[in-house]
């Protein structure tokens, strides 16, 4: 067994949530190409002000958008791991409530119903996993809401094959139009249950922007998705051109003989994600 | 580039086109969903506690630290649909936000001859420089969206609908 004490997570995560405060190295360079091949002007004009504003960000330290997003937390928890001092889920939001009052960061969550503002930010969202192990791995995503309205879920039938997967995601971008702040990412999680398809589909945000999925089949379908989004002439922030998204992330999991679930997460542009692994003490 | 300054009036929108840069000059208000929601209860139940004439909307919830603001984006502008007419009836002559609108926001743009202005979105950073000065104007619970003005100094849009309905959204 090793021990991790509930302030080392509550430290790791104040770190973390610094990532609103700049663009990940690989969405980064993924705008800068994007920028380089635009040809509508306003586009143009709209990547070339995402690059600055990313640069001023970084330079004074200040959150590249208001929208810091709500927390989400993709955790692998070793199984050897003897966790003391509290309760695990606490020590996240009370990284998040220290992290987002520190940074000057945007309290955005709120009770559904009565809309009352908890002003830290808190609570978080937790997926987590029990791994083999002595560590904790914490995956963070501020996860901006313009984007998060436009998900979507479609409960295919078999019938409907990858023909079908594909009409679904182009629907889900094209429904979201110029609302999810694009040039995006699109997340899409094939397979499982309802609720393990959206997961699959916000997992697959966490990867560098980009990078292909391990899986020849799915990183195919990838580039061939992504040629088709970006000829949709939406564009970056809606004002047309060749840039609609900068990827396209597909994970898949066995799913039920009846079904065949289809999960879009759409990340925007600002892709603010980081990730640490806590060491256990002996 | 245009330049827009305060006090702002409608005669001078109406000679604004879809697709011109404009930089903004003097006072704006703010809001976004829970103060719209106020707002139109305000306007219905007659107890607004601020004018809405020839005011300018800006859909956003700033990030601030240490009493100043570090990042203020636009919002996706369509959550506002619900409530925009009323507040361009009641007599706001513009809004700021990002994305397209619907067809109701598109007919009472023409009507009352006002303008969407759109912001790049997540560029937050860059338009709280914009900013020079704020005070809370009502509703200051809602924290981040409550109803602010803003004393802005060449905040760069885009004229994303003008007066006559024209959009660079639809191309």
Known sequence: MSKIYFEDVVKSVENLVHACSSLTPSCERAISDACKNEVNQNAKFALETIISNNNLAKAEDLPICQDTGMAVFFVEYGQEVNFVGGDFEDALNEGVRRGYKKYGYRASVLDPLTRVNTKDNTPSVVHTRIVKGDSIKISFMAKGFGSENMSKLYMLTPSQGINGVKAAIIDAVKSAGSNPCPPIVVGVGIGGTAEKAMELAKQELLRPVGFPSNDLELANLEKELLVDINALNIGAQGFGGNNTALAVHIGKYPTHISALPVAVNIQCHAVRVAECKVEGRQ | ?171
């Not at chain 2, 002559?93 to 009472?108: C, F, H």
């Not at chain 2, 997540?122 to 000065?133: D, E, L």
């Not at chain 2, 509703?139 to 309905?165: C, H, M, N, R, W």
């Open chain 2, 1 to 171: 580039m245009k330049n827009i300054s305060a006090p702002f009036n409608k005669n001078e929108l109406r000679d604004l086109k879809a697709g011109d840069f404009v930089l903004l000059n003097g006072r704006i208000l703010t809001g976004r969903d829970a103060a719209h929601k106020r707002i139109v209860e305000g306007i219905s139940n007659g107890k607004l506690p601020f004018k809405l004439e020839n005011e300018i909307i800006f859909y956003v919830g700033p990030c601030f630290k240490d009493g100043k603001i570090t990042a203020c984006g636009p919002t996706t502008a369509m959550r506002m649909d619900a409530y925009a007419p009323s507040l361009f009836d009641k007599g706001v002559i513009a809004a700021i936000g990002k994305g397209e609108r619907g067809q109701n926001v598109y007919d009472s743009i023409v009507k009352n001859g006002c303008v969407y202005f759109v912001a790049i979105g997540g560029a937050g950073a860059t338009y709280g420089k914009a900013v020079q000065s704020f005070e809370v104007v009502a509703y200051e619970d809602l924290g981040t969206e409550a109803v602010y003005a803003f004393d802005v100094k060449d905040f760069p849009v885009i004229v994303a609908i003008d007066s006559q309905g024209n959009s660079i959204f639809k191309n």
